[in-house]
């Protein structure tokens, strides 16, 4: 299946992009379509200005629409981070693998507590603190 993004690039297998990150509030706000390997690209390119590094050699070999795109979108990121980095709501966004039956115990809970993954996983890790701050 192929796919056009807004920039009118053909995509094989995109990735949706939000624009405003969603550990930063943009959960629900609008998303981009992104070949997969500019979005890891800006990711970066966030990444590296806000550690202050040089980032802008990053994209040196892209054509300049696509430069032009990828630091827009890299910029949005730096700025929404900026904006909520001491927001005690802020989520913190986490990515993983789990084997297949950590993931299927995971599932059990949320299931029969009827709560997301991630709120079972938030009050493990709060219980399991909360044993050690004694």
């Not at 900026?82 to 950590?102: C, F, H, Q, W």
């Not at 949320?110 to 938030?122: P, R």
């Amino acid at each position: 299946m192929r796919f056009v993004s807004d920039a009118g690039v053909h995509l094989v297998n995109p990735n949706e992009h939000h624009v405003v990150p969603r550990a930063c509030g943009g959960t629900y706000g609008p998303t981009v379509s992104l070949a997969s390997d500019h979005h890891e690209l800006l990711h970066r390119m966030a990444d590296a200005a806000l550690a202050r590094k040089p980032w802008k050699h990053l994209c040196a070999a892209l054509p300049p629409e696509s430069q032009q795109r990828i630091t827009y979108l890299a910029n949005i990121v730096v700025t929404a981070t900026r904006a909520t980095g001491n927001d005690s709501n802020k989520r913190y966004l986490l990515s993983g693998e789990l084997p297949p039956v950590i993931g299927n115990k995971l599932r059990a809970l949320a299931s029969y507590y009827g709560v997301s993954h991630t709120k079972v996983l938030a009050l493990l890790i709060e219980q399991e603190h909360t044993k050690l701050s004694l």
